[in-house]
């Protein structure tokens, strides 16, 4: 494995964990959010860098149906976390800028940005799956009646996701049907990542069998 891979294998696992540290705003400071988000942008931004190749081919070859999946999802992300960024700097009262106005709508962009990233980042995660090459190393050492188990609790776990996308009203705030974030400043840190991580879960075992269906 080149150099190249294993900084973007480190550089992709720590958006992973920075995701649901940035969605704990009620267990954290307010300048800790904020400056986890810039350490999140820079991390996507290397992401890109990694990835130049994928933008140098969007106008090569042929577009199958999991490629204009591939495609869409990746636009669709590259547009929130545009949205993220700049209703962060007009919302933020901590990092070294001071930009005024907007002040409604980048609380609202923010809001609903934020889960969309989640949501997008973890479906993002599923559809490259099978791709990394990471990934497909790990499999081929899993022998198979550990495989089988394992895939038996990832989807147990992800079905917990769903009762967790629930319960945390992803969709109320993906949609705005809510427009304040409720936040319960007693809640157990334990409990909220795991059930954050089983909504990345989740997503991603979406995503990754809506790819494997499509590619077949």
Known sequence: ?????????????????????????????????????????LLFFAHHLLNLGWYRAMIKGHYTAPRILRTAVNMLLLIVMVLLAVSSVIMSGYAPWDIKGGMTFARLAHLASSYWGFVLVSFHLGIYWNRMLAAKRMQKQIKAPFKYILRLVLLTYAAYGGYAFLKRRFAAYMFLRVQFAFFNYGESAVLFFAEYFAVMCLFAVIGHYVSVCMNR
């Open 1 to 41: 494995m080149g150099i190249k891979q294993k900084v973007r294998i480190c550089v992709d696992f720590a958006m992973i964990l920075l995701m649901p540290c940035l969605m704990v705003y009620s267990l954290i400071s307010g300048k800790m959010h904020e400056w986890l988000g810039v350490a999140m942008f």
